[in-house]
């Protein structure tokens, strides 16, 4: 049972580059979220999903797309990456009641230079 | 808008010591308030999780209370250990079928041998 996981761990990228952040569970939840870390900052929510086909926004989504075509994976997508979106990402999931914690994964360091 | 305060920012005690960490926020509607551990380079661990009917949690050497009508949480730690240098994070979950949890920025914990 590896819990959440997320690749790469560290990534560089150019102005206006995209890429796709991978997120991958195996605790068969149903909601899985996306959160952005800046240095010092507590956690803000990118965009989450409550199943497999269904998607929402959440706090700060501009410069984001997600899709949720299975239950395990929820990629998040960067198109034209700024230097605005440096940050650590952190994906996490829970069965989505609401008594459940959110169990995250080991995060995905991104610069955009 | 919720927001969610941790005071202080950074905490150093000699090991031995007991500790209380402080968290506050301004919309007293919650459905739960978590207490996350973050070691450096990784991901967020569930420390707690208090429901809004509830006062405290406790688990180990944790315990956690809520004063939920005013704004209020502590994490105390007894017997601190170097292990427990980390940062904590404080979150908030809005009412019933909200799925975002808002967080404070954490306390940066160092227990000094």
């Known amino acids: 049972n590896a819990g959440v996981t997320q690749t790469p761990k560290f990534r560089i990228l150019k102005i206006g580059q995209s890429m796709t952040l991978q997120c991958a569970q195996d605790m068969n939840h149903n909601y899985m979220y996306w959160y952005r870390q800046d240095p010092g900052m507590g956690l803000k929510l990118i965009y989450y999903s409550v199943g497999a086909g269904i998607t929402d926004k959440g706090e700060v989504p501009n410069g984001y797309n997600v899709s949720r075509s299975t239950t395990e994976d929820f990629p998040l997508r960067l198109e034209l990456a700024a230097p605005s979106q440096t940050s650590v990402y952190f994906c996490?999931?829970?069965?989505?009641?609401?008594?459940?914690?959110?169990?995250f994964g080991p995060g995905t360091r991104l610069l955009v230079l | 808008k919720q927001e969610v305060t941790q005071i202080p920012a950074a905490l150093s005690v000699p090991e031995g010591e007991n500790l209380v960490l402080n968290c506050s926020f301004t919309d007293s509607a919650i459905y739960n308030l978590q207490w996350f551990r973050q070691d450096p380079g990784k991901g967020l661990t569930s420390l707690l999780l208090?429901?809004?009917?509830?006062r405290e949690q406790t688990s180990g050497r944790l315990n956690a209370s809520l004063d939920k009508s005013s704004g209020r949480s502590t994490l105390y730690i007894a017997a601190s250990q170097p292990g427990d240098s980390a940062t904590y994070l404080c979150?908030?979950?809005?009412?019933?079928?909200?799925?975002?949890?808002?967080f404070g920025k954490g306390t940066k914990l160092s227990v000094i041998p």
């Open positions: 996490a999931s829970s069965h989505g009641t609401d008594k459940e914690t959110q169990y």
């Open positions: 208090i429901q809004s009917s509830q």
């Open positions: 979150a908030v979950k809005g009412g019933a079928g909200s799925y975002q949890l808002t």
